[in-house]
């Protein structure tokens, strides 16, 4: 017959009251010690396997993960060993504050405040150690005596206790959710940049609604309660939120007919520039001097939107010069045309040109047309050099840049006699 672990122990030599604790302790450190080794190897496989999973928690897969198989294994030896006796009590002690430490280090990989983390990991501690030292059933009812009666209800220590938690508890899973699913929405090789900020932004929206019903549930809040709030809530939203939601919608459908994306260049009335982010409420718009204008979603959908990399990210720069009328004017134009080819940024292909315009009063104007794929690097700059270059190729060659000139006829008058 196998000996059972009561019987294990009363061979222990020694006052059991001294001894058994002992052997609790000892036991409560293998099983760290065991889980710290089994989490040393594990979590770069796992971090490999699942990379999502391993970002979202920010570098804490591996405490994680030892508190997990610690919680584990201690589970198993509080369940076996003897109930009642103070090492039962060690080890249901081990037990609590593993849990506790889990729950820290998934709550702070979540950047979650210490503020709700350590209430959080105090009622963890609390609960699993009473659990394991002959029920929670005394220290509930304690709490549940401790709260004062409002109206019909009563408001006691035990439910706001527990509301905190369950708050705490699904705003952690909604984070963790957003950046699992975030993640590999973003690893994804099937989908384009808008397709994949449109997933997030929709899987963002459905973990909170989820977490909503759950947390109604959970706190048992008859949704019934709601119904004179919904007619409140929608009176709000004609009034006061109409804009956040129409800001809202029109993000939604800016990203699922993709007339704009993240890194097109756009002008939207006087705000030129890139943008950076498409969110919620606006759209970051980065412009050459490194300010970001934050544009309502809205305002893209009501507006005239010039957007430059819609369907291609080539743009036509146009750049006016003058040359005098007794310079060579193929000369000249062959000069334009070098500065244009010359500068870095000026697309080889569709090529350079140069178009006579216009006799003016006093000089022959010309446009040069240059094409760019890269506008959020900025218009004027490809300008400036171009002109650069054709300045110094003018001067060396001896075409001329007129200036405007006014010349004043005056009449003599010669005087009249009387």
């Known amino acids: 017959m196998t000996p059972q672990l009561p019987d294990l122990l009363a061979l222990l ?17 293998l099983v760290y010690l065991a889980a710290d080794a089994l989490s040393h190897i594990a979590a770069p496989r796992l971090g490999r396997r699942f990379a999502s999973l391993r970002e979202a ?40 504050l593993a849990i506790a430490l889990l729950a820290r280090h998934i709550l702070r990989s979540l950047a979650i405040p210490y503020p709700a983390v350590i209430p959080l990991a105090v009622l963890l501690f609390v609960m699993v150690l009473s659990g394991s030292s002959g029920g929670f059933a ?36 909604v984070r963790l959710t957003n950046r699992v699913v975030g993640r590999s929405i973003a690893h994804s090789k099937g989908l384009d940049a808008t397709q994949k900020l449109l997933a997030q932004k929709l899987g963002a929206i459905a973990a909170v609604v989820v977490a909503f019903f759950v947390g109604i549930d959970l706190l048992g809040i008859d949704l019934t309660a709601f119904t004179v709030f919904s007619g409140a809530l929608g009176l709000a939203v ?3 939120l109409q804009k956040t939601f129409g800001n809202l919608i029109a993000g939604i459908i800016l990203l699922m ?40 979603n809205e305002n893209l959908m009501t507006q005239e939107v010039e957007n430059w990399s819609y369907s291609d990210r080539n743009v036509r720069i146009r750049i006016p010069v003058g040359v ?86 005056q009449a003599a008058m010669g005087e009249r006699s009387d």
Not at 150 to 155: H, I, P
Not at 260 to 268: F, L, N, Q
Request: contains cysteine.
């Open 13 to 29: 030599p020694g006052d059991p009251a001294i001894a058994h604790p002992l052997v609790a302790a000892a036991l409560a450190a």
């Open 57 to 96: 928690l920010d570098g804490h897969l591996r405490p994680i993960l030892r508190h997990v198989l610690a919680s584990g294994l201690l589970a198993i030896c509080v369940a076996l060993w003897p109930v009642g006796g103070p090492a039962h009590l060690v080890l249901g002690g081990a037990l609590a």
């Open 138 to 173: 005394p220290v509930g009812d304690m709490l549940d005596e401790i709260g004062v009666d409002l109206g019909a209800r009563r408001v006691t220590l035990l439910g706001l206790i527990s509301m905190a938690a369950i708050c705490v508890a699904l705003f952690a899973a």
């Open 238 to 240: 004609g009034f006061g």
């Open 257 to 296: 007919d993709r007339s704009i994306k993240p890194g097109d260049v756009i002008v939207v009335g006087e705000s030129f520039g890139w943008v950076n982010k498409i969110g919620v409420r606006a759209v970051s718009v980065i412009t050459r001097d490194g300010k970001e204008h934050l544009i309502p």
């Open 324 to 409: 005098g009328f007794d310079s060579d004017l193929q000369l000249a134009q062959q000069l334009m045309l070098r500065a244009a080819q010359e500068s870095p940024r000026v697309l080889r292909n569709p090529k350079p040109n140069v178009w006579l315009t216009n006799f003016g009063d006093n000089r022959v104007e010309h446009d040069i047309l240059v094409w760019i794929s890269d506008p959020e690097s900025g218009v004027g700059n490809v300008k400036s050099d171009v002109l650069n270059r054709l300045w110094l190729l003018f001067r060396e060659n001896g075409v001329t840049i007129p200036y405007p000139q006014r010349v004043l006829h």
